[in-house]
């Protein structure tokens, strides 16, 4: 059997495609941990439901605007019941684009394995903590607006 350019081409795919899903096993973004795509409404807000937002627990979201413009963001529920909202970035690794995982009370980076507890989000110490991100609570909504979203566009460029 002759090797054809069309193996060739067959070989780059399939080398293309492990390398994509080597690097979303690494991030933690296989299965459940996926972004939840949402896009501001008309009145430039991003409303999301967190009344089935269970404590300890937190969801990902990739946030995308008619510019294109994405940014990746997470909100939890710490044990106390507090609404916890950070980008998917720190101030330190947010150049590789690891982002976090949630496990349990605690967020821990995917590029470093520092452990941050969901509890102190909202406080945003720096360094290698979750950036916070400017959010209100409204009933069983929380809401932000797309210029605190796109605030943090910087991280995701």
């Not at 994509?20 to 991003?46: D, I, T, Y």
């Amino acid at each position: 059997m002759r090797f054809r350019p069309v193996h060739g081409i067959l070989a780059i795919g399939l080398f293309v495609v492990v390398g994509l899903l080597a690097e979303l096993a690494l991030a933690g973004r296989l299965g459940k941990n996926g972004f939840e795509r949402v896009s501001p409404g008309p009145e430039g807000q991003v409303s999301i439901n967190v009344a089935k937002l269970a404590p300890q627990e937190v969801r990902f979201y990739r946030f995308l605007n008619s510019a294109n413009q994405e940014v990746k963001f997470f909100v939890g529920r710490d044990g106390g019941g507090t609404i916890q909202v950070a980008f998917d970035a720190s101030e330190v690794c947010f150049k590789t684009k690891r982002g976090f995982k949630a496990q349990g009370e605690w967020v821990v980076c995917n590029k470093c394995d520092k452990a941050f507890r969901l509890a102190g989000v909202n406080n945003g110490h720096g360094g290698c903590e979750p950036v916070q991100l400017a959010h209100r609570v409204e009933g069983d909504k929380v809401l932000i607006s797309e210029q605190d979203v796109l605030g943090g566009w910087r991280y995701f460029r």
